[in-house]
């Protein structure tokens, strides 16, 4: 079965850097795109980072230049390097994988961005 496990939030004052990291299990990691959704109090949960199978990364406007998605297809993890944290950053952060039209999600990691 799917398993995805996040790891990794936690308070930061803002400009403050954490690094996410999410454990898969129950699929063949190495060939499938995985994502990094976040979702705030009162709003809808949205796509932040994707990183295909080969490698290649796609942002959402409100992280680019910030925030930097990876992979370790030997350890099947992948990570979140957010950089000059803000506020607006604050949210519950989850991975993400698509397997045969299904999605799949782990319990999620908070991250507040405070002083």
């Known amino acids: 079965q799917v398993q995805l496990v996040e790891s990794g939030g936690g308070l930061v004052q803002p400009g403050g850097s954490l690094r996410l990291s999410c454990a898969a299990s129950g699929f063949t990691f190495r060939s499938h795109t995985m994502n990094w959704y976040r979702q705030a109090p009162g709003k809808e949960r949205e796509l932040v980072a994707t990183?295909?199978?080969?490698?290649?990364?796609h942002y959402a406007n409100s992280v680019k230049g910030r925030f930097t998605i990876s992979r370790d297809n030997g350890k099947n993890t992948v990570f979140l390097q957010m950089n000059s944290l803000k506020p607006e950053d604050t949210a519950v952060y989850y991975c993400?994988?698509?397997?045969w039209g299904q999605g799949y999600w782990g319990r999620g990691t908070q991250v507040t961005v405070s002083s």
């Open positions: 990183i295909s199978s080969g490698g290649s990364t």
């Open positions: 993400n994988v698509l397997r």
